[in-house]
């Protein structure tokens, strides 16, 4: 009995630093905050979303969509045709729109889907290939020159 007081200070302390190592942003979260918050700097528009059916992304269950990110490039004064194409061998297999994106290439990697409406241009990506965001600018790029084709 006359350790109990010394046995329940440990299990406190114990407790307590488990709770503050806990509170630590994993080094993962980090880089992915701040390649978001770079995007948004550049005029790309960053947000996890449900990865629709036709991009092909892996369900996360048998029964559960996986979520994904979306960057996207808003161009007000653009009249865009709907297009939705998933990218397979480096180039993007229409799915749904103008055939003439049909095979048109893409050297950025991580790329599942882009899609393009009315006054929007957006791919859905793994952002898990590129945590150091050296194709932000590039991504960027190529939306642009699709929304100009």
Not at 40 to 62: F, I, N, Q, S, Y
Request: glycine share 6%; with cysteine.
């Amino acid at each position: 009995m006359e350790h109990t007081g010394t046995w329940v200070a440990v299990i406190i302390i114990v407790f307590v630093l488990g709770s503050i190592f806990g509170l630590r942003v994993s080094p993962r979260e980090k880089a992915l905050g701040l390649m978001r918050e770079k995007a948004r700097k550049m005029g790309l528009h960053p947000r996890l979303v449900v990865a629709p059916d036709w991009t092909g992304v892996p369900l996360a269950t048998e029964k559960r969509a996986s979520m994904v990110a979306y960057y996207s490039v808003l161009l007000p004064t653009a009249r865009l045709p709907l297009m939705r194409a998933r990218v397979e061998n480096q180039t993007l297999q229409i799915i749904q729109g103008d055939e003439k994106f049909k095979d048109f290439p893409i050297a950025l990697k991580g790329i599942y889907a882009i899609d393009m409406q009315a006054n929007c241009v957006g791919l859905y990506w793994d952002e898990e290939s590129d945590l150091r965001a050296t194709q932000l600018e590039d991504m960027k790029a190529y939306l642009h020159s699709l929304a100009e084709i």
